[in-house]
């Protein structure tokens, strides 16, 4: 099995910045597709970003792309969440997800293995 555990949130004013944090470990970090969703009160669980296992293949949610940027370490068995400009609408808990294969995918459903959650709160 593969464990996630998510770090890094908090509560931010609008225009600011926060870094989250997903260590992994159990079976084997490599060549798995890592990815970041976020669900906000009374709204489905929706899709971030993801990177594939290399690190040179990325995809990101229209609502976040420019501001966000996924990133992973291997070495240290770790995937980031650099966000920026932060806007009161990302207000969510924030997920990293793992899936069983390589390829870059956007829907919740291909992804096996998820974290507990860290809550990002950005006040206007």
């Known amino acids: 099995q593969v464990q996630l555990v998510e770090s890094g949130g908090g509560l931010v004013q609008a225009g600011g910045s926060l870094r989250l944090s997903c260590a992994a470990s159990g079976r084997t970090f490599s060549r798995r597709a890592m990815g970041w969703f976020r669900q906000a009160p009374g709204k489905e669980r929706e899709f971030v970003a993801v990177?594939?296992?290399?690190?040179?293949?990325?995809r990101y949610a229209d609502s976040v792309k420019g501001r966000f940027t996924i990133s992973r370490d291997n070495a240290k068995n770790t995937v980031y969440l650099q966000m920026n400009s932060l806007k009161p609408e990302d207000t969510a808990v924030y997920y990293c997800a793992a899936r069983q294969g390589a390829i870059v995918t956007i829907f919740p459903y291909d992804y096996d293995y998820w974290g507990q959650g860290t809550q990002v709160t950005v006040s206007s």
């Open positions: 990177i594939n296992w290399i690190g040179d293949s990325t």
